[in-house]
């Protein structure tokens, strides 16, 4: 299995030669180079000498503009072009837009052993997509435990010490129309700057372990629509025993709202207390309503105490 951090190009080759259209036409040696950046280059720029625009352990995309330039070289200056191409070790490089390859960059590919690919794809879809590729496969990533679910469209992990009801409470919400992500294992990503993807395990996937019940294949049970592939997480739910935060504990102007760090991104957190006879379910819809609410700019606590504070203005 390929590390989290990087991506060997027989691997992308291996992901994406359906979608993308590739037809690997040189350098089949050079399948073990991995691709530690997910920065796709057009290195027109390169091919004139620039070196310092082509960089290692990137795919380099020829287009249209290359390949014209590179046609219209007589061949003492197509050889210098293409050698300034390679003078670094690149990781593959795909001829786009169905383009002819050169004899020259052929024989190039074939004696550093640099994969070589054709596509039918214009450069700008296939640089959209070999992006999106990179940038999940090549993410920071972590496991957590808890439960994921889809609440109001909002990314919830459900967290909390075993037996606290976890799963009860996922299974509950499912049954309310809400869809479960990932039981007991979640993978997160770090997909962008502020923005955790999450998902399951392919081999859990679908199911929950509640205790009395078993194991549930909950898209069996609920249909396509109770589960998701993947989402991004925006909130944690903690469920605690009322022990657990004592009387000092709890704010009861705010749920004890907190942050939790996670691959350097702050995650809202909620601890939500466990007793005989709450609805919990409910009380995860209006954490995540609250933190809409918050996201816009909206704090229902800010507008109680700004009411309280006139109200006391008014009274002196």
């Not at 990137?58 to 200056?77: I, K």
């Not at 770090?190 to 549930?216: S, W, Y």
């Not at 309503?289 to 606590?301: A, E």
């Amino acid at each position: 299995m390929d590390d989290l951090s990087h991506v060997s190009v027989e691997a992308l080759f291996r992901d994406m030669s359906e979608q993308l259209d590739l037809q690997w036409v040189a350098g089949h040696k050079g399948g073990h180079r991995t691709l530690s950046s997910e920065t796709i280059q057009k290195p027109t720029l390169a091919l004139i000498g620039h070196l310092n625009f082509v960089h290692p352990n990137r795919v380099q995309v020829l287009g249209c503009a290359e390949m014209d330039y590179l046609r219209n070289l007589p061949d003492p200056e197509l050889k210098d072009a293409i050698d300034h191409l390679f003078s670094t070790e690149l990781a593959a490089i795909i001829i786009s837009n169905g383009e002819t390859v050169p004899a020259a960059l052929n024989d190039n590919a074939e004696r550093t052993e640099t994969p070589l690919f054709t596509s039918s794809l214009a450069s700008p879809v296939l640089m959209s997509y070999l992006g999106h590729y990179l940038t999940q496969r090549l993410a920071e990533a972590t496991s957590i435990h808890g439960v994921f679910l889809e609440v109001l469209g909002t990314g919830v992990l459900i967290k909390g010490n075993a037996g606290v009801g976890k799963s009860e409470l996922a299974l509950e919400l499912i049954t309310r129309g809400h869809r479960l992500v990932a039981d007991d294992v979640v993978e997160l990503k770090h997909v962008a700057p502020k923005t955790l993807e999450g998902c399951c395990p392919a081999l859990i996937r679908d199911f929950l372990e509640v205790r009395g019940l078993g194991i549930l294949n909950i898209r069996y049970l609920f249909g396509e629509t109770s589960v998701k592939r993947q989402k991004n997480l925006k909130l944690i739910v903690e469920l605690v025993h009322p022990h657990e935060v004592g009387e000092t504990g709890l704010n009861r102007l705010d749920m004890v709202a907190s942050t939790v760090p996670i691959l350097g991104v702050d995650i809202p957190k909620v601890r939500i207390p466990v007793a005989a006879g709450r609805n919990l379910a409910v009380l995860v819809e209006v954490a995540v309503r609250n933190h809409i609410l918050k996201s816009r700019g909206i704090n229902p606590v800010e507008q109680f105490i700004k009411r309280q504070q006139a109200a006391i203005d008014g009274n002196s």
